[in-house]
């Protein structure tokens, strides 16, 4: 019994990776294409350029509403925009009022004081250091998406070194990108084309 068993293994197993590449075989593969829109190809639209610079935010949630369908510009540029806003909000009108009052009861030295400020000031830098990272993540994730929607090289290294280090000119990349993809370009018919042919040869 165990010999049979022994014998019918290699068929399975056969069978099994038979099932596997039949599986792979059916995938459709996607032919991945670089991107269209250079980096620093920004003095070719001028406009998209001047947005990604004076509004970004704007800019971000425009083109999240124009790649991809069911998407709003409000929704991307809450996202984007909220969290810092709030942050400040909440530092300026609760947390900044009260660290003073606090200081002016129970703080009598000055050294203690400015110890005790710097010490709010690491904490503030650190929140903003979050609220950078969270936007860095953001920016990257759906510039991810867009890669994958139109079908275009790259990974995420390359997503967060765009974006960290020249992030205007990213977003005005993306931008061209989408205007680029999305746009339909002219297409003449045969005949129109050979009629322009012959009015050009008869001149």
């Known amino acids: 019994m165990a010999t049979a068993y022994i014998k019918e293994l290699p068929a399975l197993v056969s069978a099994a990776d038979a099932e596997e590449t039949a599986i792979a075989l059916a ?35 425009l083109n999240q ?70 936007s860095i993540h953001l920016r990257v994730a759906r510039r991810a998406a867009l890669r994958s929607r139109l079908d275009i090289d790259g990974n995420a290294a390359k997503d967060c070194a765009a974006v960290t280090v020249c992030g205007p000119c990213a977003l005005a990349q993306e931008a061209r990108e989408i205007k680029y993809s999305f746009v339909p370009m002219p297409v003449r018919s045969e005949e129109h084309t050979s009629e322009l042919q012959s009015r050009i040869k008869s001149r």
């Open 27 to 61: 995938e459709p593969f996607v032919e991945t294409r670089s991107w269209r829109a250079n980096l620093c190809g920004c003095l070719s639209d001028p406009g998209s350029c001047l947005m990604a610079l004076c509004l970004a935010s704007v800019l971000f949630g």
């Open 65 to 134: 509403e124009r790649a991809f369908v069911g998407e709003t510009c409000c929704k991307w540029f809450s996202l984007l925009v909220l969290p810092p806003l709030i942050f400040e909000a909440v530092w300026y009108l609760c947390v900044g009022p009260l660290f003073v009052k606090w200081l002016e009861r129970t703080m009598h030295d000055d050294e203690d004081a400015r110890v005790m400020s710097l010490s709010f000031d690491l904490f503030r830098l650190v929140g903003w250091i979050m609220i950078a990272a969270w």
